[in-house]
């Protein structure tokens, strides 16, 4: 008869992670670790990199960097006080070409950095000693692979296109030249347990009538009987050969939802062996699809049968030089793209994969997660069989790792090799070749069935670059500098990327990281995004906008007000992205979800991110917040048909509102105004006509022009008819965003509410992008518009996060719109 020990447990690694050290050597001068010592390098970090020991060393400077990638990087510890025996190390992630060795033996070869490896060892228990030897990434880059069929000036050296690792560091203008090096992921060290539950896989889908179905699977020592337990349900599972599987079927389980349409709801997985519970994680419930439409032009999600307006940014990296993998990296960010409303994040083909800990915060935050594979740009050696089998380990592993994870719903074949070709003239059957045809998507049909694939990004239109079909990278507003129009006139269907801007960040975060005169300063042009031997960069981009959306000489102007230029730089980004999302969002569009070029900035200053290199939110990533909301008001001129207002409710929820419209003349003076109230169905749209408000024919849009203008801003507000509150709000200006710029008269005073602070903000007439400096403390909302009428109450959070509990000190906040001549002091 078997009996159970002490109890069942999972098996539980343990990091290898004291007394590491890196030496740096030429390449290839040692084959083996036996002439280094253990005095030799300097102190590293495991987990860790080469630039993070450096750094930490104050021998690398990240807003400066020196090449990585020309030496071996050897990275030395002692393996203490471990009994002699077997033992199984693993090694999640070894950028990129290594060596591992364990007592000057050499027990691994590892050629890629996305490849997951676990090697059975003996132990000798006297100080095992272990060595892992990150060689010098730069000769093998120039090995000899077949000709391109074409290239790109993106990603330098080509070479690259033959070794499986990041292009982060390998793109000139687009982030800081920080190649890659050293034991970036986790090392641990199993020991035999007798009572273990290893190598655990959950898989959870949802049927149609919602019915969920658990199926896992693990490897246990035990031959006790072991039931599975989840959301009230009970099955027996089967053990046979020290594996353990069952499926439950769960009639009505609660389903996990993206945040902005409802709970992401999360179950327990756990199972029963003799009396002891054990958790072996946690899972949700949904399902995915794409509507392609009847004419198959469309690209819109649904998840759980629900239509999904797919709105966020796209992921770089938690730190550039330190490529961390853990929760605490993680959380800041991915917190702050939850609070703007996000409910999708795109980890693009050039950056790298992320860790569980990544989509486990998705999971629970209720962001979907669209995961590139790390392909990018080149033609690469699909017909290298090392390559391809490289590649098929990388995402079969990332698959498993992720099989738990309701978060992840979108598999992409890679970012713009299908555009790269095209663009350059080549046919579809040069560039749609069996890598991202029939390789990919036969491993996500056969492991991940529940995931949407996508050959390429973008694809799908008469050329995979057109927006009007499948998925598109729009950058006609922004970098092509389309006028805002063209958010419609492109008729974009999904687009993956879009509205990237050189996002100037906050003061603060400029006179403490970036202290120099803006524009012309090259320290200044170093922090700002280009692409590589364009005669233009992305500050050109938004320069463009500001002229046309406040009619002003942007080259004059920072060269005679350089403040003023800086804060209408900061205010016009966020207009183009409010503007651009309304036409997307509204009644009748085609659009299924865009994602911003980019969530946050590798380096501080004036980058692509929505959120700066510190973690603060910059002046845009408050627009795209406003521009996100799940119950939503919007305004849109159509020109001689008026001005509509479209109503939209992503929640599950009815809600009753009033909205409220008014047009105003020099600001302040009411004249034509309107209310309507209504319950905003769950998961809806509609469309009012200003008019139908107003009661009569007023020329809202100053199409007809039969007079002299009669108002220059109209203001719609959404208000919940249960709490007064307002929901959300809109603008519109007949006359263009100048004409509306008055000299507010603001006033403001800093009040105690449940659990902190707020300020509460009045004008006497409209002001335009309203900012708030409150050191220590972040605005609930900045840089918006506000009309004459109640105060608006803004929430001061303490910033940083970490000091909350210690900021007791009252706020002091310094509050002024453009346009007023004097800022308020509170």
Request: charged letters at 20%; proline letters at 7%.
């Amino acid at each position: 008869m078997t009996s159970l020990p002490a109890c069942l447990r999972l098996v539980d690694p343990r990091p290898v992670t004291q007394g590491w050290r890196l030496v740096l050597t030429a390449p290839g001068l040692h084959t083996e670790p036996s002439g280094l010592t253990d005095d030799d390098g300097i102190p590293a970090l495991v987990p860790g990199t080469v630039a993070e020991a450096l750094e930490a060393a104050g021998l690398f400077d990240r807003t400066a960097p020196h090449p990585l990638n020309g030496q071996d990087a050897w990275f030395l510890t002692v393996l203490e006080d471990e009994r002699p025996g077997e033992a199984l190390l693993r090694f999640e992630g070894l950028a990129t070409i290594a060596d591992v060795f364990l007592n000057g033996e050499k027990i691994l070869s590892s050629q890629s950095m996305f490849t997951r490896h676990a090697v059975s060892v003996r132990l000798t228990g006297d100080k095992d000693r272990l060595a892992i030897c990150c060689r010098a990434l730069l000769p093998h880059l120039s090995r000899k692979l077949k000709r391109a069929r074409w290239r790109t000036k993106m990603i330098v050296p080509a070479g690259l296109r033959g070794v499986r690792t990041t292009t982060l560091g390998y793109m000139p203008g687009w982030c800081p030249e920080i190649q890659a090096a050293g034991p970036y992921r986790p090392v641990t060290l199993e020991r035999p347990q007798e009572t273990a539950v290893g190598a655990v896989n959950i898989a959870a889908a949802l049927d149609a009538d919602g019915t969920g179905h658990l199926t896992v699977r693990f490897e246990t020592t035990t031959t006790l009987p072991i039931r599975l337990c989840c959301a009230g349900h009970v099955t027996d599972m089967s053990v046979e050969d020290g594996h353990a599987e069952a499926t439950l079927v769960l009639p009505g389980i609660a389903p996990w939802w993206p945040r902005s349409h409802g709970e992401p709801r999360l179950h327990d997985v756990e199972i029963l062996v003799n009396g002891d519970r054990i958790a072996l994680g946690r899972t949700g419930f949904r399902r995915t699809e794409i509507d392609r439409g009847a004419d198959g032009t469309h690209f819109a999600l649904k998840v759980n049968g629900v239509d999904v307006f797919c709105r966020g940014a796209v992921w770089t990296n938690a730190d550039i030089a330190r490529l961390p993998g853990d929760r605490t990296a993680y959380a800041p960010w991915l917190h702050l793209a939850a609070e703007a409303n996000m409910n999708m994040i795109r980890i693009g083909g050039t950056m790298t994969y992320e860790t569980q800990a990544f989509f486990a915060l998705c999971d629970e935050l209720g962001l979907m997660v669209w995961q590139d594979v790390m392909l990018a740009n080149f033609d690469y050696p699909a017909e290298d069989e090392v390559f391809a089998e490289a590649l098929r380990e990388e995402v079969e592993t990332l698959l498993q790792m992720t099989r738990a994870s309701p978060s992840l719903v979108i598999v992409c074949g890679g970012s713009e090799m299908y555009q790269q070709a095209a663009m350059m003239g080549l046919a579809e059957r040069v560039w749609a070749g069996p890598l991202t045809e029939t390789l990919l998507p036969g491993i996500v049909a056969d492991l991940r069935p529940d995931l949407v694939y996508v050959p390429n990004s973008p694809f799908g239109g008469a050329q995979p670059f057109s927006p009007n079909a499948g998925v598109g990278h729009y950058y006609g507003v922004g970098a092509y500098e389309r006028p805002l129009e063209d958010a419609r006139r492109a008729d974009v269907r999904f687009a993956a990327e879009c509205l990237a801007f050189s996002n100037v960040p906050e003061q603060a975060t400029l006179d403490t990281h970036l202290p120099v005169a803006p524009v012309h300063d090259p320290r200044w042009k170093a922090r700002v995004p280009r692409d590589r031997d364009a005669s233009w960069d992305f500050e050109d981009t938004r320069d463009h906008y500001l002229g046309l959306l406040y009619g002003l000489d942007p080259a004059r102007l920072r060269r005679e007000d350089p403040a003023r230029y800086l804060d209408l730089s900061r205010a016009v980004t966020g207009e183009v992205v409010e503007a651009t999302f309304s036409e997307w969002r509204r009644t009748g569009s085609g659009c299924g979800g865009a994602l911003v070029w980019t969530l946050q900035d590798l380096l501080a200053g004036a980058g692509w991110g929505l959120v700066d290199a510190t973690g603060l939110p910059k002046p845009v990533w408050h627009a795209a917040r406003r521009a996100f909301r799940p119950v939503q008001v919007l305004l849109l001129d159509e020109g001689t048909n008026g001005l509509d207002v479209h109503l939209v409710n992503d929640t599950a929820d009815a809600v009753p509102v009033r909205l409220e419209l008014t047009c105003l003349r020099a600001g302040r003076q009411p004249v034509v105004s309107g209310r309507h109230e209504t319950v905003l169905a769950p998961r809806s749209k509609r469309r009012l006509a200003a008019t139908d408000l107003f009661g009569a024919f007023y020329d809202t849009t100053y199409a007809f022009r039969f007079a002299g203008p009669q108002h220059d801003v109209t203001e719609a507000r959404l208000v919940s008819s249960e709490t007064n509150m307002v929901i959300a709000d809109a603008f519109h200006f007949p006359l263009g965003r100048r004409a509306a710029i008055h000299d507010a008269t603001l006033t403001a005073a800093v009040v105690d509410i449940a659990g902190g602070f707020a300020v509460d903000i009045a004008t006497d007439r409209f002001a335009q992008s309203i900012h708030i400096v409150c050191p220590g403390f972040l605005p609930s909302d900045n840089w918006f518009h506000l009309a004459p009428g109640p105060a608006r109450r803004i929430g001061l959070m303490p910033w940083p996060v970490a000091n909350a509990e210690a900021t007791s000190t009252r706020p002091g906040c310094e509050i002024t719109a453009i346009g007023s001549a004097f800022p308020v002091h509170v």
